[in-house]
């Protein structure tokens, strides 16, 4: 899979992280809001489908897909997005949001409510991994969006979503093995998964985590036509994650550059009229 395309979007939306895109006082700007396990990340794009800025903040507001601290959602993606609007100097309106697959009506109202709460008219509401495959562009193939909380599969034929399941572990369950090897806090576990210079050191640490991944991975990509799995998520920055889960599942495994930021990303450019 070449991932340059994804990769070259995934660099220009790092760089509108640190310093938005100028926009005219009447350019359509579309917004992906991503109430994750771990974050809460807000994207916006123009009409070109470019990103112009993005906003996140570590939020321990959902669990497992669920929302379970409805207030400090709504406060977080107030804030996230006064701070881009500040930015660019324009009015966010429209949104796009995205749930773990199979979430419920009920629970997918909630995300909604939320985004809605802060201002925003939601035009769509999709699925995590169909949302990645926005920016990945995978034809066939599994999408696996492991977040903070949860593993999210999409198997996708011939472009189209032909099956999707979630079930819990995540980034989350990796720092709480760090925590307990090292006797460190859970927020100093954090600090640790993502210091690049320890991932190595790490690894093996944490495997049984990510081949607990890579087992529910198999499981749901098992009897069905999956020649390759495409990783995207936060947890997936953990280096050669990859490897660990294809030596389980025997699938062909592959992520981009910067897993982190494909699902928002993708969640915006999924924004309509």
């Not at 859970?186 to 320890?198: G, N, Q, T, V, Y």
């Not at 990783?231 to 280096?239: A, D, E, K, S, Y």
């Amino acid at each position: 899979m070449d991932f340059t395309a994804a990769d070259k979007l995934m660099d220009t939306l790092e760089k509108c992280r640190k310093k938005p895109r100028k926009v005219t006082a009447t350019e359509p700007l579309y917004v992906g809001v991503d109430l994750g396990t771990a974050y809460i990340v807000v994207v916006a794009v123009n009409a070109k489908k470019q990103p112009v800025a993005c906003a996140m903040r570590f939020a321990q507001v959902v669990k497992d897909g669920l929302i379970v601290d409805y207030t400090g959602g709504l406060r977080i993606v107030r804030e996230l997005t006064q701070e881009l609007e500040k930015k660019l100097g324009r009015k966010l309106e429209k949104a796009a949001i995205a749930v773990p697959p199979g979430t419920s009506e009920r629970d997918c109202a909630t995300h909604r409510h939320v985004a809605e709460g802060a201002g925003y008219q939601v035009t769509s509401v999709l699925d995590e991994p169909t949302a990645a495959n926005s920016v990945l562009g995978v034809r066939d193939g599994a999408i696996v969006d492991i977040g903070g909380g949860t593993t999210g599969i999409a198997v996708l034929e011939d472009g189209k979503v032909v099956y999707v399941a979630d079930e819990p572990t995540g980034g989350t369950h990796v720092s709480l093995v760090l925590a307990g090897n090292y006797d460190i806090s859970f927020e100093e576990a954090e600090d640790l998964k993502k210091d690049k210079a320890r991932q190595k050191e790490i690894l093996p640490v944490v495997r049984p985590v990510i081949e607990k991944m890579g087992s529910i991975i198999h499981r749901h990509v098992q009897g069905r036509n999956v020649s390759a799995l495409y990783l995207v998520g936060g947890t997936c920055c953990l280096q050669d994650m990859e490897k660990v889960i294809q030596k389980y599942t025997g699938v062909p495994t592959y992520k981009p550059a910067n897993p982190f930021l494909v699902t928002p990303l993708g969640i915006a450019l999924n924004c309509t009229d």
